[in-house]
């Protein structure tokens, strides 16, 4: 080596950016670094380049340091690339690529992982192959990983575009909206229908009894970090929805139920709930109690022929975590499940 190229090598030292642009995909060209290791892995799978993705790139400190710096999947698997830099002198050797003058790299493969589950549900090729590219992908993959029993809302029967939760809520670690299920302020429109809800101490937040179509729900609702439960599920019908929905609008119909109408939308509160409870204490009685006076109130306003909405009963309310598909609250979710 000569004097002057090693003190090139000195000088590159931790400022070393002559590797050039890099890409998650093939580039043709545009990214000279990233394009070379995704070619080799499309050879040593084998696999088409444009299935291929980087998902994981380190950053080099030294210009001649040999470091771990590439993860790349596709095709159902994940590769692992230590790149090696070195002034090999000219002619370049084979396997090595020009970089900076005499300085020269290579990708060494040093780790292969199938990815591909024996009893993985059959979907397309582009489906099954490609890697997490956004935000929301990469936590739903946390979250596949993290070993838990996530249920997705289902599609409604009667209203296909509409999420039903599923029947075996209550044995799941956590209830998740769909990532295309309608839904406003926040994820908070977890099912067409009509909306009842009070303040409740006892959680630092609101309580909300909903009627649609298909099903009854009792849920939390927070204006703050405090986390959303789904407290109680139970099925009902067209017609008591719409029976529902025929109460709220008329002023003083149900007891104890005070209805406005905002813009296109009708907010009720029930004014007749107790609360014997503090932050923090156990509050699954009161939100049980409150919920059953507030069904049999309308129970009581229902016209006749119209079947009786069901109550709460005490093991029916087991009150589980109800995350929106953002990824931030899905991280926070995780870690706090995480959390000793």
Not at 138 to 147: D, P
Not at 168 to 175: G, K, L, N, P
Not at 226 to 231: K, M, Q
Not at 301 to 330: C, H, K, Q, W
Request: net charge neutral.
């Amino acid at each position: 080596m000569t004097v002057a190229a090693a003190l090139a090598l000195v000088l590159a030292g931790c400022t070393f950016v002559s590797s050039g642009p890099t890409s998650a995909t093939h580039s043709a060209g545009r990214a000279p670094r990233t394009d070379a290791v995704l070619e080799q892995a499309s050879r040593e799978l084998p696999c088409p380049v444009q299935d291929l993705r980087v998902v994981l790139e380190t950053r080099r400190r030294y210009a001649n340091e040999t470091a771990f710096r590439f993860v790349i999947e596709g095709c159902g698997q994940r590769l692992g690339y230590v790149e090696e830099c070195d002034l090999v002198g000219e002619p370049t050797p084979p396997g090595w690529r020009q970089v900076d003058g005499s300085l020269a790299c290579r990708d060494v493969l040093v780790t292969r992982l199938d990815l591909r589950e024996p009893n993985r549900r059959a979907s397309s090729p582009a489906a099954s192959t490609r890697a997490p590219t956004t935000t929301e992908e990469r936590a739903f993959a946390a979250l596949r990983a993290s070993g838990r029993r996530v249920l997705f809302l289902d599609r409604c029967t009667a209203n296909p575009s509409r999420g039903c939760v599923p029947r075996a809520w209550s044995d799941a670690d956590a209830v998740l909206l769909r990532l295309d299920a309608p839904h406003t302020r926040g994820g908070s429109e977890l099912l067409d229908g009509v909306e009842i809800d009070w303040a409740s101490p006892g959680i630092d937040g609101r309580l909300v009894l909903r009627v649609s179509d298909e099903q009854m729900t009792l849920r939390s609702g927070h204006d703050n970090p405090h986390e959303n439960r789904l407290y109680w599920v139970a099925p009902s019908t067209p017609e008591q929805h719409a029976a529902v929905r025929a109460l709220v609008a008329k002023p003083g119909s149900i007891r104890d139920v005070r209805c406005e109408t905002e813009g296109d939308r009708r907010d009720c509160r029930f004014a007749g709930r107790v609360e014997k409870t503090a932050f923090g204490d156990d509050h699954v009685p009161v939100v049980r109690a409150n919920a059953r006076t507030l069904v049999a109130n309308l129970n009581r306003a229902l016209p006749r022929g119209v079947e009786p909405l069901t109550n709460p009963a005490s093991e029916d309310v087991a009150p589980r975590p109800l995350v929106s598909p953002m990824a931030e609250e899905i991280a926070d979710w995780l870690h706090v499940a995480d959390a000793p």
